[in-house]
């Protein structure tokens, strides 16, 4: 079992920043990948960004070159820095971590709002 908390969120206006973090605790050892979804009201749940334990990090096309994702194995923690947000950026974002195996763990999701 993974057990994810998340931090961070809140309001911000446009193109105003935030930083999502995500701490991992339990079995660790077999988290391969750590990311973010988000789903908006009335949209369907999309994939944000992806961050393997090795490999390249993969970006939804709308956020590529203003969210970057990272991940301290070290710390058990994953981060998403999000940059130039825009009112489309609303929604809720979830973290979750991929275990060995394929199952996903997830967070308990925290509100982004970005808005004048």
């Known amino acids: 079992q993974v057990q994810l908390v998340e931090s961070g969120g809140g309001l911000v206006q446009p193109g105003g920043s935030l930083r999502l973090s995500c701490a991992a605790s339990?079995?660790?050892?077999?988290?391969?990948?750590m990311g973010w979804y988000r789903q908006a009201p009335g949209k369907q749940r999309e994939l944000v960004a992806h961050?393997?334990?090795?490999?390249?990090?993969t970006y939804v096309d709308s956020v590529k070159g203003r969210f970057t994702i990272s991940m301290d194995i070290a710390k058990n923690t994953a981060a998403l820095q999000m940059n130039s947000l825009r009112p489309e950026d609303t929604a809720v974002y979830y973290c979750y971590a991929r275990v060995a195996g394929g199952s996903d763990y997830w967070g308990q999701g925290t509100q982004v709002t970005v808005s004048s």
């Open positions: 961050i393997p334990r090795i490999g390249s990090t």
């Open positions: 339990g079995s660790i050892f077999r988290i391969n990948a």
